[in-house]
């Protein structure tokens, strides 16, 4: 093999790495092929999000399914590891990002695949049901047989604390809603029940859907690959923890240890009021 | 000192850590006071970004100014180190959490605080100017206290790529017209500009306002903390790295290196193409 | 199910954690049982690795091989992404620390694996063989038995840059010295050489034992979990990577973007020069 | 300007990154110049790390003197933020390099910076005493003025915890006992008590070093630069960080919340024992 030239060696560098999200030339940035001037004011956030993450932009209705996961993911309190990391390392030093960076680090398999693992057992159905199959019965048969795998906790259904959690239903809700207008097809909110239905079956109380299930669900609906749900779910949940962040840094504190899971913590903000109208805000 | 009381020792225990973010009791979740029921399907996410921060909800307007700086600033391309970084952490085996969590830890005061340090100016330029004064003359005045204690580069003003960042009038005219509507002041647009042109002044080119100074003048007319100049943006660029780090998973590779500033990367996406009006899209 | 007590609140709590570590008391620090005041001055550092590591401390010629190999494994040049990334993150803001942290963080199954899962194939082939099993009849079958499932490069040999890695003969060397004397059993010497034999079998060039292999089978000779491997690992490659970051931040630089593999990298430092006696150091 | 040819522009590629640590080639590995199989097995693990983040080996007994230092230094117990964060991590997924990430991450000014910084006041001292001034008076000196600008804390000396820290007076007195021997000149040993005697007279209680301060005494002894002593502190620590990584991995658990701070954890290790004399181990 001959030794390449320069200019063969300069081609090569330069295709190391090749991307299809941004092309940047002097006075001009592109996203998926849009200039950003345009998207600045004319896409929302997640409509934004979903961009970068799929290359297209989504429909208004789509989107708001997201928005709504995203709403509703970004915060479960100082007990979850992430966020008592994110609270504790802010009293040690690094800026926000550095506190950031240690607790996004944790939402790996366990802490934060839960949802994840769900779109994948929900993909599994869907492909179980195939295009004309009974959605109740796949679901039934991934049950058992995942059951047979040793499978014991189905990721996204029951809570260890909640016995219905708040957030499921009405985003479940808000599915229904969209697949009665013909915004999305519902297909995975009736195989998301069909799954929870599967999983309590025989059982003295329930397994209710959670959070991680129903945001699952959104996330089939919309067609986003299993990885990109947890992907997506630490979007969200970083506004939880630079939230947290940032109330430590304001609070103070040098060096300060955990509180104990046992204990709790104690809550001093509003009391519970309810969401005022767009036009009563601000 | 006596040896508290079991009662006494639990107590103080449960006040260890305190949170005014997050309330959770069995089957109910509240943030800010606010059930999170209510919140999802009804608050936009930059709203939810906006409520965790600063513990109220804004209007409208001023949350489309605070997603406008959130779609802004979502990525600028893998030559930075951030990008760079969640790429080469994608062909390592962490999962997308750790890509990530890599990435977000650097961006620290150079790499990601322009934007916190331009705020801090802002905010100078504005305590300067006080309700009263001429705002322009402030801008001098900073700009000449500031260089006289050895500040050589105003963050937020001036590119090594751009002429004209093309995202900084973008941004700055959606709070101009916000301004004429009354949504919200324009004071630190025009801080802004005044800094800009203070900068500026006996110089044979412009200095322009870049992407940093854009999205600070938004930050400032919302009232929020210099801190969370950086938190906010952490949040809008966490989009770009989970993009990168999953289109490198897609793409595959193993310990990949990195690739070189001076010979650029490829792009094989799009072709420049329109925004579609929402009623085309998805 | 009544009410716990608070005592009995108190006593579950301070159960939460238990750990065989560490015991501290007011002016007294012990570690696995001895008091820090002993081990200061009295064990090596990689003596202590051992101990905190596995709860007793070493022979003197164990504690040798395992210092050999936490020489060995510290850098390999900046064209790995950990190195890389090292390097990037200190032009970015964050301390030694942060730059550590984004860098250890990928050092994953893929980039900072090949030790645990060559750890991994050696216990197998450790088992295969059975207290009187030929070692290199064992090898064989499990080369074939990894084969048959898909495995096509064995973690521990061959490497992409170095005909011979120059780090394991002298590894290998040392283990054999320690066996000749007696200081270990040279097992997992001959189970190495026996997989390598095995995967080189009928190949037109050896695929000989790397870094990772000879690293493997040190930590095989002195018992250590396979997951520990890794982490070993980390804790000789944390020295690389610190070097990495204060010669970077010592050059200066802010968000200095990535080098390309192609092209290497620069090295200004000092010609070959031999170890001198320890007589003449210093 | 003219276009840079193609070669111009491989050869300025090619220099955008340097470095003078290590050098490869195939077959061949170099660390400063020194081959890496003659490191290997003729230095120790903390002569290596002296060599990659200075540039040269030192004398063995100076060598002692930093060993000594890393091993004091790997563990206060899981209180501290950093170790409670290990293993919060250890059970949230990621492995063990994600845990060891997250926990290096938060050793920043605060939670690791107290040996740097009491190495910056010691540097002070023995600047302000110059070659031939009072080093007692050069330290009321340093200790008034830092006073004078508001620093209440010294870093380095006191302890929350402990009365007298046990570490402490074991590493001084191996730096005594090797200026005795003429290894080291024991400037930094004198310095270090006479901050000590400065910051405690008028008190009715002492202000003890601790182990920052006397790991302090020991880098700058060595002549190692401020910064520097974070990144020695952090490969010590990172020691007890994976062991307490591992632990818990080993103990099981999922999403593991905190301990609280004021319940401490429950040591169920060895009781105490004496550190056996070389020839009795293993």
Known sequence: ??????????????????????????????????????????????????????????????????EAALVASVDHGPQAPSIAIARMAATCGPGLNGSMASAINVLDDVHGGAGQQCMEILYQVDAEAGPDGDLDEAARTVVARQRAEGLKYFPGFGHRFHPVDPRAPRLLGLVDAAAERGETSGRFAHLGRALEAAISAGRSRPVPMNIDGATAVIYCELGLPA???????????????????????????RIKGPQAKFLNYTYDGPARRDVPDVADRG
């Open 1 to 66: 093999m001959s030794e390449p030239t320069c200019a063969e060696q300069l081609d090569e560098a330069r295709r190391w790495w090749t991307t299809s999200i941004v092309d940047i030339h002097p006075g001009e940035i592109a996203m998926r092929g849009y200039p950003i001037e345009q998207l600045i004011g004319n896409v929302t956030f997640p409509e934004m999000i979903w961009l970068m993450l799929t290359g297209e932009l989504p429909s208004r209705p789509k989107a708001q399914l997201l």
């Open 227 to 253: 990885p990109l749900g947890r992907g997506v779910f630490i979007l969200s949940r970083s506004v939880g923890i630079l939230a947290h962040a940032w109330e430590q840094t304001c609070q103070g504190g």
